[in-house]
């Protein structure tokens, strides 16, 4: 089945804890993204990938990291976490940059 | 600045009476737009694009270059269509990335 899967799909933890939020998918798509969704501001791109080694920075990266060794994969690292990362994030992967196939998103609670 | 304007963040609605949800983009060539929809506890999938001028689950939207809007419009709304809706268009000179809206939260009462 052709998918997008995040993990893990909630997460609590403390202020200053590095965590990492996993993404992969398995339709050998060339552009993935990571974004956050938040009650007022709606869907925010954090950084995206156009291919293997490269990526660039969304319109709220501050605070993240990412990184594409490979094709099916695109980690979100927090390094230092704080509470204003609490959010709903969203992996999504694309063939060409248009339609995204999106993750079921993972829930980030940084207490 | 903001490329896609989605204006009112919650739509209630009878069963049965039309819905519209407003977007508008701010003008740049000619853009591509998308609805996307995101049910509750699922993921966000996409509902339509303009290219396609298709009609999916009833719903359609027109792009109106003169109003530079792409207001998604159903005749007739049911319950499955409670949901989460997003307006996205290519950002110009973006890398063929997605810019999008607020989103409007659509709930249609019974």
């Known amino acids: 089945e052709a998918q997008v899967t995040q993990n893990p799909r909630y997460l609590i933890t403390v202020t200053g804890k590095k965590l990492t939020v996993t993404c992969s998918q398995n339709?050998?798509?060339?552009?993935m993204s990571w974004y956050r969704q938040d009650p007022g501001l709606g869907l925010r791109q954090i950084y995206y990938s156009m291919n293997v080694e490269v990526t660039d920075k969304g319109d709220v990266p501050e605070g993240y990291k990412v990184s594409r060794k490979e094709k099916r994969n695109f980690p979100l690292i927090l390094e230092s976490p704080s509470p204003n990362q609490t959010s709903l994030y969203f992996c999504?992967?694309?063939?060409?940059?248009?339609?995204?196939?999106f993750g079921p998103g993972t829930r980030l609670t940084v207490t | 600045a903001q490329r896609v304007t989605q204006p009112e963040k919650l739509l209630s609605v009878f069963k049965g009476a039309p819905v519209e949800l407003k977007c508008n983009y701010s003008?740049?060539?000619?853009?591509?737009l998308f609805w996307y929809v995101q049910y509750s506890r699922q993921r966000l999938q996409l509902l339509l694009r303009?290219?396609s001028r298709e009609s999916i689950k009833g719903f359609t939207a027109d792009l109106n270059k003169g109003e530079t809007s792409f207001h998604l419009k159903k005749p007739f709304a049911q319950e499955e269509d409670s949901a989460m809706y997003y307006c996205?268009?290519?950002?110009?000179?973006?890398?063929?990335?997605?810019?999008f809206g607020k989103g409007n939260q659509v709930v249609v009462i019974p």
């Open positions: 003008y740049s060539g000619s853009p591509e």
């Open positions: 999504a992967s694309s063939p060409e940059g248009y339609e995204q196939y």
């Open positions: 996205a268009r290519i950002r110009p000179y973006g890398n063929n990335r997605l810019a």
């Open positions: 303009h290219i």
């Open positions: 339709m050998n798509h060339e552009y």
